[in-house]
C-alpha cells in the first residue's frame, strides 16, 4: 500500500512492500472453499426439540403466518435475509464473467454483511441475462427475504430491474452500485468540501461514467444542492444536444438533470469538462482515464475520487503531483478509502430493523451525512475523510439517520 503524507517538507509518499493479493486470495478461497455457511440457532439435544422446531409443533406456525404474512417476520429468519443478486454481467471492473465467477464477490458481499451489519445475505448468482427472467426469479423467490441487494448487472438493464422490484416487491430495494456507490462519494465530498471551504450550491462537479453508479452519484449531489455537474460517458459528454441514439432513457435522464440550459454541448471531451471544476468523481471503469494534464486544469484545491475498482482513474500520488488538495478512492490499496463496504452492511441492517419499504434520496442523504459527521471537523485532513470500515461508531450513527427519515 502507498500512503500518502503530509510533512515538514510537505507531501510525500511512503511505500510499504506490495503484498501479492491475488496470490494470497487464491490460497485462502481454496483452504476454506468457500467464505460463508448456514448454522443453527437451536441445537438439537433431544426428540421433543425435534418436535417444536420442526413436525408437528412448527404447523402451528404455518397456521399463524398464513392468517397473517407479516407474522413471517416475527415468526422466521425472514426479517433478516436478504438476497444478494447478480447475473455476473457486470463483476468488479472486470466486465462479464458469468455467474459462477461472481460467485467469490457475492461471499464476500455476505461476509461483509454478516461482520459488520449481522445480516444474513445469501448470493443468488443467476444463469440467466435476460431482464424478464430475472425479475420473475426474484420476484418468485422474494418470500424468504427481508431485503434485496442488487448487485453487478450491467447497465442500463440493472436500473430497469431494481426500478421495476421497488415498484412490485413490499421489501426494499438496495442496489450497491447505484446507492451504495452514492452515499459513500457523497460522505467523502462533503467532508472535502468542509476542508476546502466549499458548500454545495457554488462547487462544481464532473462525473466520469454515466452507468449506474454515476446515475446515483449525480441524484444524491441533486438532492444537496450541487447545481454544476457534468457527467461524461465513452461517447463524451452527456448533453440536450447530443445524438439521441447514443443515450438510453437513464442518460436522458441524466441530461434532463445537469444541462437544463443546453450549455453542456460546447464541450467536447472529458479534458473540456473538467477544466476549471472544482471535483472530479471517476466511476468510468477505465483505468488511467484522467491525465496529469487534466487534474492541474481544474480549479486550485481540487477534489479527485477516482473510484473505479481495482485501479482508479488516476494513480492518487500522479493525482496529488498535479494539484489536487484531496484524493480518495474505492480501492484499498490506498488511504481515504471511499469504499461501499462503508455503506451497505450498515445501511441495510438499520433498513430491516426500521421495515424501511422504499430507499429513497432522503436515506441515502442522511446516512451519508452521518458517516461524514464521524469524522470531527478538527481532526479533517486531507488524507482523513472518511471513518475506518472498523469503527465502532458506525452502525448506531447509521441506524439513527435511517430511524429519523422511517419515522
Known sequence: METLREGPKGRRWAKKEKPNLGKEA???????????EIRSKFPIKDTHDISIAYTPGVAEVCRAIHADREKAFEYTSK???????????????????????????????????????????????????????????????????????????????????????????????????????????LAALLNAMRLTKREPESTSV????????????????????????????????ISKARDLTTMNKYKLELAEMTDRDG???????????????????????????????????????????PLTNPDPE????????????????????????????????FTMRAILDNRVRTINQRLLVAVANALADLVPKNSLTPFNILPDVMDKRIQPAVTAAVKSVAK
Not at 472529458?270 to 476549471?276: H, I, R, S, T, Y
Request: with cysteine; aromatic share 4%.
Open 79 to 185: 426479517w433478516n435475509n436478504i438476497a444478494i443478486v447478480t447475473d455476473g454481467t457486470r463483476t468488479l471492473g472486470l466486465g462479464k464473467l458469468g455467474a459462477e465467477a461472481a460467485l467469490p464477490v457475492m461471499e464476500g458481499k455476505a461476509l461483509l454483511y454478516k461482520q459488520f451489519g449481522n445480516v444474513d445475505a445469501f448470493p443468488i448468482c443467476l444463469a440467466t441475462t435476460d431482464i424478464e427472467e430475472i425479475i420473475a426469479t426474484v420476484k418468485n423467490i422474494a418470500p424468504v427475504f427481508g431485503g434485496l441487494n442488487i448487485e453487478d448487472i450491467e447497465t442500463p438493464k440493472v436500473l430497469e430491474i431494481v426500478e421495476r422490484l421497488d415498484a412490485e416487491l413490499d421489501i426494499p430495494v438496495f442496489h450497491d452500485d447505484q446507492h451504495g456507490t452514492a452515499v459513500v462519494t
Open 26 to 36: 487464491l490460497e485462502l478461497h481454496k483452504k476454506l472453499r468457500g467464505k460463508i
Open 314 to 345: 488516476i494513480h492518487p500520488r500522479l493525482a496529488a503531483k498535479s494539484g489536487a488538495k484531496v484524493i480518495a478512492t474505492g480501492s484499498y490499496k490506498f488511504e481515504n478509502r471511499a469504499n461501499n463496504a462503508l455503506v451497505f452492511p
Open 206 to 237: 464532473v462525473v466520469a461514467g454515466a452507468g449506474s453508479a454515476g446515475y446515483g452519484i449525480v441524484k444524491i449531489l441533486k438532492e444537496v444542492g450541487v447545481q454544476d455537474i457534468t457527467v461524461t460517458d465513452s461517447q463524451g459528454v
Open 263 to 305: 450549455s453542456k454541448g460546447s464541450l467536447s471531451s472529458l479534458a473540456d469538462a473538467v477544466k476549471g471544476r472544482d471535483v472530479f468523481v471517476g466511476v468510468s471503469g477505465i483505468k488511467g482515464l484522467l491525465s496529469a494534464e487534466m487534474v492541474s486544469s481544474m480549479n486550485k484545491d481540487s477534489i479527485v475520487l
